[in-house]
């Protein structure tokens, strides 16, 4: 018995797998880290582990759920996820105006001046002005609900961005008048939407010529298209900034504001407004 006792331990020591670091490839999953092979601990199966998977509870399944879950996809999400990828790509490859050297480098300051003509900060300030300095009823009206579409269009886009927080196919970081206007994230897009919303208003209040008109249509595309190249935004985000530009102009004209009442908010705005007895 002795000798039987000695030539055991003299194996066991020149196992490989009772050296220490090799002790967690020696254990089996239901013992802890002191109850491996050579450890010198007693064997203890985790009780309520055992009852779980007896019962059947999540311990028994839920893992086998979530592997099932991830490796096997829905047809959904497999759809959502490769037009996410084919946006992704697009966008990037559409993105030529992005950086300061390349083959849209030339056309970059022709495209950021296209982009600026929709940006948000020109037409509130050109609409304050033409409102300032209008005459007559009809104008003002028209001056005074364009206003409030655009500050509808500001302020709807701005909380959009912030509550999904989408970055730029290029994640550049936002420049000053994109903090200004809050124009800080890249889903919807501010500059679509407004252009859609701006060009609908003025081909359907302002009696213009054929093509005036089309120019006004051209440039509403031209303004998306053209935040695209920039690499500010996805191709989904111009074609969202479309639809809620729509979306803005139909609110407007349902709720349009008479002239009875652009007279009173005028006369609040500049402080000339005298309550009725």
Known sequence: MPSSQTRSRARDRNDVLNRPEFLS?????????????????????????????????????GGVKEDCMQLNPSFRG????????????????LGVCAGTRGSGAPLRSMVTLLALSG??????????????????????????????ALILDLMTVAGMQ????????????PGFLDYIAMDTYSFPAAHASRA??????????LVLAVPLRILLYLWAVLVGVSRVLLGKHHLSDVGCGFALGFLHFSLVESVWLDSSTCQTLISIGTLRWTPLV
């Open 25 to 61: 490839l020696n254990q089996r999953r239901d013992q802890g880290p002191g109850e491996g092979r050579g450890g010198g601990g007693p064997r203890r199966a985790p009780h309520r582990q055992q009852s779980q998977q007896e019962d059947g509870g999540p311990a028994a399944d």
């Open 78 to 93: 497999i759809a959502i996820n490769s037009l996410l990828a084919i946006d992704i790509s697009l966008s990037k490859r």
């Open 119 to 148: 940006h948000a900060l020109p037409w509130l300030c050109g609409t304050l002005i033409c409102l300032w300095s209008s005459n007559t009823l009809a104008g003002q009206e028209v001056l005074v609900n364009l206003l409030l």
């Open 162 to 173: 912030k509550l999904v927080k989408r970055r730029g196919p290029w994640d550049f970081p």
């Open 196 to 205: 859609v919303m701006v060009s609908k208003f003025l081909l359907t209040h």
